[in-house]
Every structure is written in C-alpha cells, then in structure tokens.
C-alpha cells in the first residue's frame, strides 16, 4: 500500500541567537590469488589490476552482497586549495554531483539513487577527496556510468555557484562554536607558513569572487589540474563475478584522462625554534579541564608494518599499575589519560598526542602532570622498546584479523578507496592489523622527537588567560614559551613511583566453537530464583568464537526518584573510572567491558568468549565501587559540566536529546538533575548501591558462543556479587508517550547561537509490526527524497534529512535540520509543504518504482 499517514505529531524546536579453535600460533593474513591480504574470515574473492590510464581498481566478489559500491578517491584535498579561494577543493566536491555532459540534469543522479535504493556521499581532507556510493545490484551498470562521469565531463554549471557556497556556508556554521575546529584551526594557525595553516572548510569570505581571483575559473582550473586518473584509486564490491566486474571498471573508468602529475605532496619544513616549546591557553565553549601534551612528529605513516606510534601510544595510554594514567588517577589528579598518534595531520608532519582530563586537584599540579608524562617517556626511552610489548600487541592484533568481519558495502568501499591511497593496494585491507616485526629502530626514531623542542602544551579550561580571538571560530586563547626552568623540571629523577606495563593476563588462547541448536529467537534457559537467562547463537557472530553477554539489575527508583536518576550516573561514572584498567586490558585482548545506568544498572561484555569468566569475575568483584569525599566530588563536578556542555552541543543534537526526553517517561530536566547531584552525599551513595543492588530484577542476556555451562557459571558469578538477602521484584520499563490521533506535543527552548534546530515527527496511529515494517520500507525513500530536496536542492543546511524513527511500538517518520537561513516558523512551514508534497509523489508511484524501494 502506497500511502503515508500521518497522524500524531511530536515537534521539538530550538530557537537561535536571532530569536534569537585450541591455542595455536596466531593466524597470518591470507593472499589471495590476486595478492591482497585478507582475514582467513573473507570467503569473498578480490583482484587489483591498474587500468591502461593508470588507474588503480580494486574489485571486491560477494555473491551475498546486498547491494553493488563503488568509491573512488582521488589524492587531492584541502591543503591543495589555491590561498586565494580556501575550502575550494571542498566546494568542489559538492558540484561534481551537480550533472554531467552525458547526465546534465542536476538532480538526476539523486534522483537516479532515490529509485534505485541508492545512496551516495563524498568528503574532503588534507590530502584526499573520496566519493562513494551503493545501489541495488540490478541498477549497477548504470549507478558506475553516471558516477565515473563525475571524473570526465562534470557540467561545474556556474549558475550554481552561490548554491553551493551557501551548502558549504552552512557546514562552516554549524562547526563554529564546536572546540575541537577551533582547537585545530588553532593548531594549523601556529605552524608559521606551512601550509596547513590555512582555512579548510571555506564560508562565505573564503569562497567567491575576488581581485585576481574567481571561483569558477579557480574550480575549474584545479580540476582540470588535479583530477587525473593516475593519482585514483578505485574499489568496487558486488554480487557479480570478478570478469564481470573487471569489465565494468575497464568500460567506465578507463577513458578517465591520465593528466600524467606528480602525486601532490607538501614539502614545507617547520622551524620549530618558533613553533615547538609552547604553552597554549585555550577557553573552550564547553566547560572542561584538560591537559594536552602535543608533540609535532615527522610523517611516518609509510611505516604502517612496524607501527613505530602504535607500540608508543599502547605503553603511553597504559593504564596498568605503575603507569602515569594509573598513579594520577590514584592520586585523584585526572579522570583519564589517552595517547594517540596522527601521523599525517599536516600533510608531511602529523600529531602525537597525550591528552588529559583533569580534576580539580589536577587544575593546581599541572606543570607536575607534565613533568610525570615526560619522565615516563624518559623510562620508555630507557627500559620499554622491548620486543615483549610486540608480542602481546602482534598477538591481539592477529586476533582481531584472523576472524574480521565483513561491514557494510558503501563503508567497505570507502576505506578501501582511502586506504589505498595510504598503502600498497595488497595491504589495503589488512594494514590496520598487520605488524609484521619489531622495530626497535623505528620506534626510537620517534621517541627522539617526544622532546621540549617539538613540544606543544594546552591547558584547556574556562579560566584561562586570552589575549587573542580566533577568525571563522569562537575560541580565545594565549600563547607562551614554556620556560628553560619548566623544561629543566622534566629532568628531574620522577616524584612518583613510575613502572612500565605488566604482562596482559586476558588474551584469548583458544578459540573452540560451542555446539549450537539452531534457534529463530531468544530463548528463556534459566528461570529460577529470581534470575531469568535468555540465549541466542547470535548472527552475528556466526562460525566465531565471540559473543555478547549483557547483565540487567533492573530497578524502578531511577524512574521515580531524581536523586537515583544522578546516582546511577554517578555509579557509572565511579565504575568506568576505578575499572579503566580493566576495559583498557580487555580491549587489548578482543573484548570489551561497559558499565551502564538507565532502569536500575547493566553490566556488558563482549568479544572472544575464551576469557570472559574471568573479566567477569573481574568486573563483578568491583560493581560496589569505592566512595570517599574526594572521588565523590570529583564525580559530581564532572557530572554537573556533562549536563552543562550538553547545551554547547550541536544544536539539533540537542533538539534529537529533547525529543527522546518528551517522549518516554522518568526524564528529569537539567535543572532538577543538577541540584539533586549538588545535595547528595557519600553516605546517599553507599546507601543507594546496597539498596539497589539488594532489591531488583535480574535478567541475563547471552549471544553468541556460550553453552549451557558458561550460562550456569555467569549465573552463579552474579548472584555472588549480590547481596545473600536480595529479593527480586517486578521488572521495571519506562513508558513511552501513548501518540493519539490529532494530537500535537511541542517543546521549544531558546539557545545563544545563531543557527535554528527543528525536529518535526509524524506518527503513524496504529502499532505494531505491520506498520513498523511498512516504515521500513518507506525509511531510505523518504530520508532521501528529504535531503536531495531540502538539502541538494534548496540548499537550506547542511545538517538536514528524514529518517524512520519509533515511540514504542509506534513507528513514526522525522524531519531535521539545523540551518543559519531560516527561523523556526518558516522552517515549520517548509516541513509541512514538503510532507504534503511527499505524499502527493509517493501516491504517484507505479508499482515497479515502488518494488525497488
């Protein structure tokens, strides 16, 4: 039935500024025939061959493949732009999609993926431009025609010059307030003529006409320069045939021109006499406390098969006894320490950074924090570039290889697109695993430029001194020289007690799969003593030794009582925290550990199974978390700014985190969560765990590879973590809004921003799995129809759609946007235009356009 219903209504709004197998050695990737890696997992074939232009093609065989992608890249991005017109290669991107000589209308290709169960997107970066799409497998040969017209006769009309400025505009704007652009602008502004330090995105001062200078003339003529088919890589997947597929890519993408360039690189050296040795200021919009220590390192990105960064930032990020994330934290000087390496950030020279959350107490001792990290680094220099750490992190990585699973097509695509871009094509898919030795060399390499001299320190909070503002970001901040006498400190023997990581205890040696009945749904195993336990031999893990086990203390008190609302926050706050250690040593080791609140609490783990009792164990043996007035006010505090930087958040986040408070029951509002938290005391808290923990309702869920004893086994861990006198009670669930013909919920509120969020949800009446299904159906139709209309066409934001949404049982369509063009009763109108018209052309479809929904 082709109708839309619409009936009950749930709007929410915000209004702007203007209104404002048994152990055995570690499995090795598999080559196959055609040279390229895969997890011994893959049962689908490829080939790479490079195309008589010198295009690079990938193909990807998967007869269950739902439906055919393609993506290709090109290694040309932002830090290529002319100065003249910055974001240009970024503007470009959105006209490509704008028509072509042999497709010349501007809406056809949309149109042409609407039909066709099609979606398409594209991005921008430093040094790439990647376009992607995915279509129903019968529509294929025609989604790679139009598409690789893209890279030979696009139409670039100029009349939609303006059109696409404002899209670009509006990306721009609704980034403006977020701290991490303006960090990295700022970042990108201290590298002195470099060119990184440039605008990437572009608005409206950046992109246009100016003297010497025009955009159109600019856009064309850095097309005409760069888009040459020996510096793009193409990779397809599909249910066809490898032949098959060889004839496509030979058929459309060989006659794109080969302009013969050299691959664009940058070559800029940094003097970092004038760039290194700094201390930044930053005040951030969100109200946070943090310490980054940012070391500027060569691109080393090349070395991808010894992972020089990896093994630093795996010893760095440690959070085992005698590390500085587990000293600090035992000190209640930080909440959490992480390291992470970008080794390209700025073309040639790239990022490797240690970023820090402090405490109060940690606010005070900041120059102490730094000189802890550097004397560390000085021990790693000294004892850690040990071949030891290679194995165990050579170990987990071939783990997670060896049984990889597949993802979705249009994101298979895309990074392997990318990645060849990177790397070789033959480890395009397994160069994020494979570690092919130890290189004691490398990694020294690296650590030789962890030093004063390439150092950049941030203190990020909101009371730090300013003297300067950013431009096209809302970001003040100060730079100083980190003093002789500072840097001296760092030489200093340690204050604190430092030791380099133990041995992980939680990596997986066998990898046996458990008998399984098949099953079509869940099935209640156990129901006895107050304890019910649900299995399935998950699809999701089909012929693999992992599963999912999930462990519900269910409760009703946080949906009635405020303060138990906070305080289950608080618990998981408190838990993440003293456990960090433990989820870092498990997710070392292929599995994982979540602590969530909501109905009561739930504990969540998952991954290979072979060592799950024994995280089990582990995480159980600390649910009761340990209180005192230091670590409890710490804990406040961070939950306070929580709920304070969530109004600094993207604006139709906000308006999406309004929209699920209205529409189900036992949400408090921000005001009342923030006075319960600043009453509450250590002796509440203790108070709340044993009474929760005490009075509940039990429920086990298990995925995967897991039999009848490690059920047996998960039950009795539980129940020995639980109070003896535990008494069990009614399962609790919130309620979600009953939606009634004709009825209207409206929720609005004012922020000091200039743009407009708008959520529009229309709910179909009747429940239930034949509505919810019809949804489904209808959902990618309608969030493409709402884009390309509302988006491509209108230009009205760049954060706009439709999508399927839920109440329950009830299945609903939503509209959203958040845009600097319109206010709140204007952008109100255009949805209701725009529904009145969706209707009109879904009853205008004929059954075979409906069929390829």
């Known amino acids: 039935m082709k109708k839309l219903l619409i009936a009950g209504v749930v709007s929410a709004a915000l209004l702007g500024g203007c209104a404002t197998e048994k152990a055995q050695a570690p499995a090795s990737p598999v080559a196959t025939p055609e040279s390229v890696m895969v997890s011994p997992n893959d049962d689908r074939q490829y080939d790479t061959f490079t195309l ?13 493949a739902e439906k055919s992608a393609a993506s290709l890249s090109v290694s040309v991005g932002l830090l290529h732009d002319p100065m003249s017109q910055q974001g240009m290669a970024h503007y470009l991107e959105h006209m490509l999609f704008l028509g072509t000589e042999r497709y010349p209308d501007t809406k056809g290709y949309t149109e042409f993926m609407t039909a066709n169960g099609g979606q398409h997107n594209a991005y921008t970066w430093l040094d790439i431009t990647n376009y992607m799409f995915k279509i129903n497998n019968d529509a294929y ?96 997947i599909s249910n066809r045939p490898l032949d098959e597929m060889k004839a496509l890519a030979e058929e459309y993408f060989g006659n794109i021109e080969n302009k013969n360039i050299d691959n664009p690189t940058v070559d800029d050296k940094l003097d970092f006499a004038k760039v290194g040795g700094k201390r930044i200021h930053y005040v951030p919009n969100e109200d946070v406390k943090k310490l980054n220590i940012d070391f500027t390192i060569s691109d080393n990105s090349d070395e991808f098969a010894t992972k020089p960064n990896q093994f630093l930032t795996y010893l760095i990020g440690s959070e085992m006894p005698g590390t500085p994330a587990y000293q600090l934290k035992a000190m209640g000087l930080i909440s959490n320490l992480s390291a992470s390496a970008s080794p390209n950030m700025y073309g040639n020279y790239g990022s490797f950074s240690i970023n820090i959350d402090l405490t109060d107490a940690g606010m005070q001792n900041r120059e102490a924090i730094v000189a802890v990290v550097m004397q560390y680094i000085d021990l790693i220099r000294e004892q850690g570039v040990d071949e030891k750490y290679f194995g165990e992190i050579q170990t987990s990585l071939n783990n997670r290889f060896r049984f990889l699973q597949k993802s979705d097509e249009f994101g298979y695509v895309s990074n392997l ?70 840097i001296a400190s760092w030489q200093q023997p340690a204050q604190i007690a430092l030791n380099l990581p133990a041995v992980n205890t939680l990596l997986p040696q066998e990898f046996t799969l458990k008998p399984q009945t098949p099953q079509e749904k869940p099935e209640l195993v156990i129901d006895e003593n107050g304890v019910k336990v649900w299995s399935f031999p998950s699809q999701a893990f089909t012929e693999q030794p992992r599963g999912e086990m999930t462990v519900y203390i269910n409760s009703g ?32 080791a292929g599995m994982s550990l979540r602590f969530s609140d909501g109905n009561g609490i739930s504990l969540a783990i998952g991954g290979f199974t072979d060592k799950q009792p024994e995280l089990l164990t582990k995480a159980l043996d600390a649910l009761v978390v340990d209180v005192n007035e230091q670590n409890f006010a710490q804990a406040v505090d961070r939950y306070v700014r929580g709920l304070q930087n969530a109004g600094k958040k993207f604006p139709f986040y906000q308006a999406f985190d309004a929209y699920n408070n209205l529409i189900r029951e036992g949400n408090f509002n921000t ?37 009848k004893a490690d059920l047996d086994n998960a039950v009795a861990l539980v129940k020995g973590a639980l109070p003896e006198n535990r008494t069990s009670v009614n399962y609790d669930m919130r309620e979600f809004w009953q939606p009634q013909a004709e009825q209207t919920l409206v929720w ?106």
């Open 52 to 64: 008589p232009n010198q295009l690079e093609v990938m193909l990807v065989s998967d007869p269950a």
């Open 141 to 236: 040969g025609e989604a790679l025609d139009r598409f690789s017209d893209f890279f030979k006769a696009p139409k670039l009309y100029p009349e939609y010059t303006d059109k696409e400025k404002n899209a670009v505009n509006a990306e721009w704007s609704m980034r403006r307030e977020m701290d991490y652009f303006g960090q990295f602008k700022l970042a990108r502004s201290l590298m002195g003529d470099h060119p990184a330090n440039r605008f990437l995105i572009g608005n409206l001062e950046t992109l246009g006409d100016k003297e010497g200078s025009k955009l159109h003339t600019e856009t064309v003529n850095f097309y005409e320069r760069y888009y040459s088919a020996n510096i793009m890589k193409l990779a397809m």
């Open 417 to 486: 697109a990318a990645a060849m871009q990177e790397v070789p094509a033959k480890f395009a898919v397994s160069s994020p695993y494979y570690y092919e030795s130890f290189d004691a060399e490398a990694i020294q390499e690296v650590l030789a430029q962890l030093t004063p001299e390439r150092v950049r320190i941030w203190y990020i909070s909101k009371n730090e001194p300013s003297d300067s503002q950013l431009h096209f970001y809302d970001g003040k901040y100060q730079v100083d020289t980190i003093s002789a006498e500072e």
């Open 557 to 588: 008190l946080p949906e009635s009582d405020v303060k138990a609302t906070v305080m289950t926050a608080l618990w998981k706050d408190l838990y993440s925290l003293q456990q960090s250690a433990l989820m870092t040593e498990a997710s070392i």
């Open 671 to 707: 005001d009342a969560l923030i006075s319960a938290a600043e009453s509450l005391t250590v002796a509440d808290m203790q108070a709340f765990m044993q009474a929760l923990l005490s009075e509940n309702q039990l429920r086990i869920f298990a995925f995967g590879n897991y039999d």
């Open 748 to 853: 609005q509120q004012d922020l000091s921003v200039a743009d407009v969020a708008l959520i529009d949800v229309m709910v179909h009446p009747t429940p239930g799995f034949d509505t919810r299904a019809a949804g489904t159906v209808l959902r990618g139709h309608f969030r493409t129809v709402a884009f390309d209309k509302l988006r491509t066409e209108e230009q009205l934001a760049y954060a706009v759609g439709g999508m399927a949404t839920s109440i329950g049982d009830y299945t609903g369509f939503a509209m959203f946007i958040q845009t600097p063009v319109k206010d709140v009763a204007a952008m109100q109108a255009r949805f209701d235009e725009f529904k009145t018209q969706y209707k009109v052309a879904l009853d205008a479809l004929t059954e075979e356009e409906f069929a390829k929904l």
